[in-house]
């Protein structure tokens, strides 16, 4: 016997049962979206590896050691994308998207990063993404926060998530504070774990970002950004939480809070959760000014986030919701009522556009076919068999509710589906 073939560790198969969640979660994304007025992009999933190395950074955890990376026949270095926004910023430089304009753009879909699986966490994983690009001020950033708060209260999670905030500054003031903040680190090196020993030269701002328990009193011992921040970066900032404070919107500034990606300047921001437990960030952006200039295009303020769908998915697990089940399931017996079952569906699917309406196909019993009526979920059975076919008539048969079996004209369907529809 051959070996059977299993997905790729990591990456997962999303099954019949779960897919309503899921298009629960992209339609109250889509429908947001278009409320604040932010058009839908859709990028390759394939890029030029060097996109990433120049956005992201060459000594960054995703480039060194988690990106899926290969040469194609041409000899030239490919990747997965990990993530999306360097993916959307070559789209808009690509076909001029940015000089002298505004635009709101968001995107979903998968992501690769070749990292240890673990819960919420994935090697092929599932990203919402939105971008704004042309506009400087910090109302822009209340608003993309505003936005993913709505997106909270449609989804019913408002209450399992939290924001906190924090500034990274200019890059000049966060250059500086580098320097402050590698020349803290270096007094206690000895106390540093391998991870962080590798970032003091690297990255070291990921050091405030450490989870291990044993470098934290160390952590809240290092210098803070905040204190180094000019008067320009300050009122930037404290605007922004006004304008958050005005919303009624609940924030915790979090003064060790950095983002793992190099491009990010002055406001940062993450949703998190502790129904995850080590994963608990849900949603995570902020600004990043320099992004544009530094794949080759114009200096171009912009700012986003993105948000991870398998996570919201497990906290959407949690909540109490319902699959949408088929209104009717037609039942049939004989050649004659098999085809006028088959047209007989296309007719309600015409006239009920929004109501499910499954067809039985094949062969089996009155009896096994009702068995499977009920197992779709289906609220009705509608009967098509000799007698019916004769008389012009089809049975009703209630599946989830206690009421007698009714026969009426073939000619009353719609008008008796719409009733049933409008009483819920």
């Known amino acids: 016997m051959s070996k059977k073939i299993l997905a790729i560790r990591g990456m997962h198969d999303i099954l019949p ?22 058009s839908e992009i859709r990028m390759p999933i394939v890029e030029s590896t060097d996109l990433f190395c120049r956005s992201i950074g060459e000594v960054t955890d995703i480039v060194e050691k988690e990106m899926y990376t290969f040469e194609d026949r041409n000899g030239d270095s490919l990747s997965l994308r990990p993530e999306g926004t360097a993916s959307c910023v070559r789209a808009g430089l690509e076909h001029g998207l940015f000089h002298n304009q505004v635009q709101r753009l968001w995107y979903q879909g998968p992501m690769f990063r070749h990292e240890r699986p673990q819960k919420g966490r994935y090697r092929q994983f599932h990203q919402v993404g939105v971008e704004c690009f042309g506009m400087a001020g910090p109302e822009i950033e209340a608003e993309i926060i505003l936005m993913s708060s709505r997106l909270w209260k449609k989804l019913g999670l408002a209450d399992e998530l939290s924001l906190e905030i924090n500034t990274l500054g200019s890059s000049e003031e966060r250059a500086s504070y580098r320097e402050t903040l590698v020349a803290f680190f270096e007094k206690s090196r000895d106390l540093l774990d391998e991870d962080s020993q590798r970032r003091l030269t690297s990255n070291p701002l990921r050091i405030l970002d450490s989870k291990n328990p044993k470098m934290q009193t160390l952590i809240e011992q290092a210098p803070r950004l905040l204190d180094s921040l000019g008067e320009a970066s300050k009122q930037h900032f404290e605007t922004l939480t006004a304008y958050l404070g005005d919303a009624g919107i609940n924030y915790k500034i979090n003064p060790r809070l950095v983002r ?55 906290l959407m697990k949690e909540q109490k919701w319902s699959a949408p089940q088929p209104l009717a399931y037609i039942v049939h017996q004989g050649e004659l009522a098999k085809k006028r079952a088959l047209s007989m569906a296309e007719s309600l699917r015409e006239a009920l556009p929004d109501s499910r309406i499954v067809l039985h196909c094949g062969e089996g019993s009155m009896k096994s076919q009702f068995k499977k009526a009920d197992k779709t979920g289906a609220r009705l059975a509608i009967i098509l068999a000799e007698q019916e076919i004769e008389q012009a008539q089809v049975g009703i048969k209630f599946l989830r509710e206690d009421k007698e079996q009714v026969q009426l004209g073939q000619n009353e369907l719609n008008d008796f589906l719409n009733k049933i529809l409008k009483v819920g």
């Open 17 to 38: 049962q779960r897919t309503p969640l899921w298009q629960l979660l992209e339609t109250a994304v889509a429908d947001v979206c278009h409320q604040y007025g932010f």
């Open 260 to 314: 793992g990606l190099d491009y990010y300047s002055h406001t940062v921001f993450e949703w998190t959760t502790t129904l995850l437990g080590a994963q608990g960030t849900v949603c995570a952006g902020g600004r990043y000014d320099s992004l544009i200039e530094q794949l080759g295009g114009r200096a171009t303020p912009a700012v986003g986030f993105a948000l991870g769908m398998e996570r919201l998915i497990l």
